[in-house]
């Protein structure tokens, strides 16, 4: 089993960055990708990010192109999350996920493990 534990988030205003971090723990060779994924109060759960553990391929929401980058460090068994020009759309719980079949794509039902969270707020 993986365990994953994000941290990073934060208050912060329009325009701002922030970096969130992810670290795995446990059974990680059984982790192939990863993803990012967020949900605002009242909504779905969205599809952020994801990258492949092996290889680094990426893949964006549209609305986040541009502006965020997902990255992996091997050696410290941890994804990463850059935001830049945060937007007050962009308020969510960010959660990271993980899946063994290096499915690199927006359908949370694929991904088998989940951290607990962590809070993004961008204020106006």
């Known amino acids: 089993q993986v365990q994953l534990v994000e941290s990073g988030g934060g208050l912060v205003q329009a325009g701002d960055s922030l970096r969130l971090s992810c670290l795995l723990s446990?059974?990680?060779?059984?982790?192939?990708?990863m993803g990012w994924f967020r949900q605002a109060p009242g909504k779905e759960r969205e599809f952020v990010s994801a990258?492949?553990?092996?290889?680094?391929?990426?893949y964006y929401a549209d609305s986040v192109k541009g502006r965020f980058t997902i990255s992996r460090d091997i050696a410290k068994n941890t994804v990463y999350l850059q935001m830049n020009s945060l937007r007050p759309e962009d308020t969510a719980v960010y959660y990271c996920?993980?899946?063994?079949?290096?499915?690199?794509?927006?359908?949370?039902?694929?991904?088998?493990?989940w951290g607990q969270g962590t809070q993004v707020s961008v204020s106006s």
């Open positions: 446990g059974r990680t060779f059984s982790s192939s990708a």
């Open positions: 990258i492949s553990w092996i290889g680094g391929t990426t």
């Open positions: 996920a993980a899946n063994p079949r290096a499915y690199v794509g927006r359908d949370w039902h694929r991904y088998d493990s």
